[in-house]
Structures are given as C-alpha cells and as structure tokens.
C-alpha cells in the first residue's frame, strides 16, 4: 500500500476533500479515521443554507433533508423579538450521519479506508497502528483536535456545546429560534431548531455551565417562545464544540489542513459545512497543481475578509451586555431591520448586510450611531 495522498480524518471535511481530489487527480488516495462508524459520535445541528447544499455540499436531498427552513426569530435578553422571514425556504436541516455516510459511498470502491484508528503525523509521515507512511500529500481534517495541538492559543476561541433533541408540540416548525443574552451563554447564542412539528433541537454553546444553561433553556423554552414550542421530554444528548476564532494555517509542507483543523468556520455561528466543502474544492485543485500556494491563496482570497469581518461582529456582540443588547434590538425594529435582514441577510455571507444596516443605522439613529463608532474603533485597533 503506497498511497499518494492520506486524508486523516473522515468527518465532513475529509470526506468531502476525498471526493473532490477523486474527481480532480488520478491520485491514489488512503483515508484514515479513528473512529469504526462514519458520521458517529453526531454533534452538529446539520443547519445549512439551500445555497450551500447546491454549490459546496453537492449532494441530493431526497432522504437527507429532515426540515426546510424559511427564517429565524432572533431572541433579545428581555425577549424583544425580530422576525426573519422569507417565502420561500432558505436553508434545510439535513440528517448529517447520513450526509457522511453518503460521501462515504460516493468514494468507497475507489479510495481505500481505515477505520477504526487513530493516526499521528509529524514531519510529513503519518503513523497508525504499527505503519509508517510518506505520501506525497496528507490532508489533516482531524477537526479542532488538530488545531489546538498546532495553535494552542486557538483554545480560547473553542466554545463548549451541548444540545437536546426533544419531543415537543411546535404550533409553527419552518423557523429556528436564536437567543441571546448572558443567561443562556457567554460568548455565543443559544438555539431551538426544529426537525418536524414534533421534535426540536434546542442547543447553545457557552464559556460557563453548558448544562445548566441548556436545562434552563429547555424549561423556559415555551415562555419564551410564547407558546410556538411547547418541549415534553428529552430524546438525546449530544456534546461538542464550536470554534469561532477565524482562519489557522492553510498548509505547512506537504500538509493540507481542511475544515475545523484549518478554522474554516464561521466566527458569528460556528459554522462549518459550506466553508470547508468549498475549502476542498479548491484543495483538490491545489492538488491538481502541486502547488500549496494556490490553495493558500484561494482560500484566503474566498474566506479571508469574511471571516475577518464576522471576527469583528462576534467581538462586537461579545462587547456587549445584556441592555445593551436589548437596546440594539429596539433600534433595530425602529430602521426596519426584520426587513432589511429577510431581503438582504445571507447565512454564509453574512456582513454584505451590514452596510446596509449600518447606512439605515446612520440615517435613521444617528446618535445610537455615533456612540457605536468608538467600540468599532476600538475592536479595529484591537484586531491589527
Ligand atoms: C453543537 C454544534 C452544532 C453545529 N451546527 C452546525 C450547523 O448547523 N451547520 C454547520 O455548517 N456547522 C455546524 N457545526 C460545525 C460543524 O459541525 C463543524 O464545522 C464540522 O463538523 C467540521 O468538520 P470536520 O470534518 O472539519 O471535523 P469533524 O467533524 O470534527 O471531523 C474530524 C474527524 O477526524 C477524526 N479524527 C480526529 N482525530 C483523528 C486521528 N488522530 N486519526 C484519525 N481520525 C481522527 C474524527 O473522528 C472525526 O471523524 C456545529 C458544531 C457543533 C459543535
């Protein structure tokens, strides 16, 4: 066994690195994954936008789409609710095992796999069980545990989750409800996402007590909502983390990091599935090329100042206290903001939309404008 190219790793991003250095190269190509079952332990909401299935994820939908969803209520501390809302479906839940399992059978009769073991990698080797290879390439898509071990520094931005599937009575199912404010988490938002009319996902990443914050979530969930989901008991539990602090290292050698290993996640809402299936297209295209640098500069040139952007707004929201929040909220139903959002608002590009806000903002409220300038001042000042 001699193969040219490892892909350690066999989460969404490694698979989907597969898939596209299969359809770009003539490589030989191995993959290795600690664990036996692919698409297991599950962690993820699987919440992503319709766009995002039909240009980075390409895969059908039929039997992997679990709920459409047409928009959001977004939450304030005191409850002040903004409605985001489109006609049509913007984005989809799918069963994200499944979605694994299906790239897994895209490649399998034509890239080998190891499951079931655990690989290291130092010095452009990689080492599982008693072997020692040297491919020409490895692609390191062993999520954020390979991230902090490279960047320990990058732990501060690597949020503990926990979410609960729970039965429920859902009187409206198409919309996810986003909360924020301190009682529910420090550093992030909380969520309920529905999988049907009657099943919600509700889950929140948080520096503090995840658990806590989860149940309180869970027994307030009605009130809150008034009355739209009315949760019954719990299903399951499922544990993970978010990372929210923008781009690592791209490549080091004949090392291509993809996905959570490389932070190609979204800073405002951990995000990662549309990013790194992207990431790998142009990872297989580096591949193609030999050339490290273009996979360097391709990602940086397509998620770069987005990300970059998104850095500040989180910093922006983490800035901020609970009134302030709730003020923001005010100002924003004030300028018309539900429908500047429902028009303009873009889950994987999401600061096209701040120009706009920030323009209303300027017109409409200029003095809540003003005092703002100071803290994006002080958060430019920061990041440079
Ligand atoms: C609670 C939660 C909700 C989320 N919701 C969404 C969402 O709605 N939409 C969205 O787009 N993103 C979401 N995300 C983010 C998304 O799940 C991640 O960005 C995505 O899983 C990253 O994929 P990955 O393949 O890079 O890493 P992972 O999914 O972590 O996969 C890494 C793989 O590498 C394997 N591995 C690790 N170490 C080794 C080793 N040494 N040897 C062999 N194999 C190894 C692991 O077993 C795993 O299979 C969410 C994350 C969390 C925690």
């Not at 250095?21 to 936008?49: F, K, M, W």
């Not at 609710?81 to 490649?107: G, Q, S």
């Not at 499922?238 to 080091?252: E, I």
Request: proline share 4%; charged share 20%.
């Amino acid at each position: 066994m001699k193969p040219e190219v490892i892909v350690l790793g066999a989460g969404s991003a490694g698979l989907q690195a597969a898939r596209n250095i299969l359809e770009r190269t003539n490589l030989d190509i191995l993959v290795i994954e600690e664990h036996a079952r692919i698409g297991y332990p599950e962690h993820c909401t699987g919440l992503i936008s319709l766009n995002g299935v039909k240009n980075a994820l390409r895969v059908p939908l039929q039997n992997l789409a679990v709920n459409y969803i047409h928009g959001a209520y977004i939450y304030s501390p005191s409850g002040i609710r903004l409605l985001v809302a489109r006609t049509e479906p913007v984005a989809v839940v799918i069963n994200r095992p499944l979605y694994e399992y299906m790239l897994y059978k895209l490649v399998a009769d034509r890239v080998k796999f190891v499951l079931g073991v655990k690989a290291s990698l130092a010095n452009g080797k990689v080492y599982f069980r008693d072997t020692t290879l040297k491919p020409s390439f490895i692609v390191d898509a062993r999520g954020l545990q390979s991230l902090t071990s490279r960047r320990p520094e990058a732990r501060k931005h690597v949020i503990p989750a926990l979410q609960f599937d729970m039965s429920a009575r859902l009187e409206e199912y198409k919309y996810v409800h986003v909360f924020l404010g301190d009682q529910f988490s420090k550093g992030f938002f909380a969520w309920a996402v529905p999988l049907d009319d009657n099943r919600v996902r509700i889950g929140l990443a948080s520096k503090g007590n995840v658990l806590l914050r989860l149940k309180t979530l869970a027994n307030r969930l009605e009130k809150i909502t008034n009355g739209i989901i009315k949760p019954t008991s719990r299903l399951r539990v499922l544990g993970g983390a978010v990372y929210t602090g923008g781009l690592a290292d791209q490549v080091s050698g004949t090392v291509y990091y993809v996905g959570d290993s490389a932070g190609q996640t979204k800073p405002t809402t951990g995000g990662g599935l549309v990013y790194h299936s992207y990431a790998s297209l142009y990872l297989a295209e580096a591949l193609a090329k030999n050339s490290q640098a273009h996979y360097d500069y391709s990602i940086r040139r397509l998620l770069g100042r987005e990300i970059k952007r998104q850095l500040l707004l989180r910093r922006l929201l983490d800035g901020m206290n609970d009134k302030e929040l709730n003020e923001l909220f005010l100002v924003l139903k004030r300028i018309n903001g539900e429908e500047l959002v429902s028009k303009y608002g873009d889950m994987d590009v999401q600061t096209s939309l701040l120009r706009k806000l920030g323009m209303e903002l300027m017109k409409r409220e200029p003095l809540f404008y003003l005092r703002a300038i100071p803290l994006l001042f002080n958060l430019l000042v920061a990041q440079f």
